[in-house]
């Protein structure tokens, strides 16, 4: 929705920041989006786990994210993040513990993890 502007990924930056070379940061972002493309052309139902983020469930023709509650904790505050959900408590469904099943985040009970 919008006109929003897709950044290109920095590649360079990313291999720095993880001390990896640029050329094995493109084949795992290359094979993550091939495996992922293939999954979701075979309508299977996918969670993408994003360490110390989330997880994107793309389910049916539904994508949703569900952040850690630490990491949004780290981004607003602590104080400005419970303010956030009692003005809002339909953010609560989009936070998940570090410990639940991600199965469990899905309809179905059925996702392919890619961790």
Do not use: H, W
């Amino acid at each position: 929705p919008g006109n929003k502007e897709l950044e290109p990924l920095k590649y360079a930056k990313v291999a720095t920041d993880a001390s990896v070379s640029r050329r094995k940061v493109e084949g795992c972002i290359l094979g993550i989006t091939s495996l992922l493309s293939q999954c979701l052309g075979k309508g299977e139902n996918v969670a993408l786990v994003l360490r110390n983020v989330g997880v994107l469930l793309i389910e049916g023709g539904r994508v949703q994210m569900k952040f850690y509650y630490d990491f949004l904790e780290t981004l607003s505050g602590k104080e400005n993040l419970a303010k956030a959900v009692f003005k809002v408590p339909q953010l609560l469904d989009m936070l998940v513990s570090r410990v639940a099943p991600v199965a469990s985040l899905s309809f179905s009970g059925r996702v392919i993890l890619f961790p």
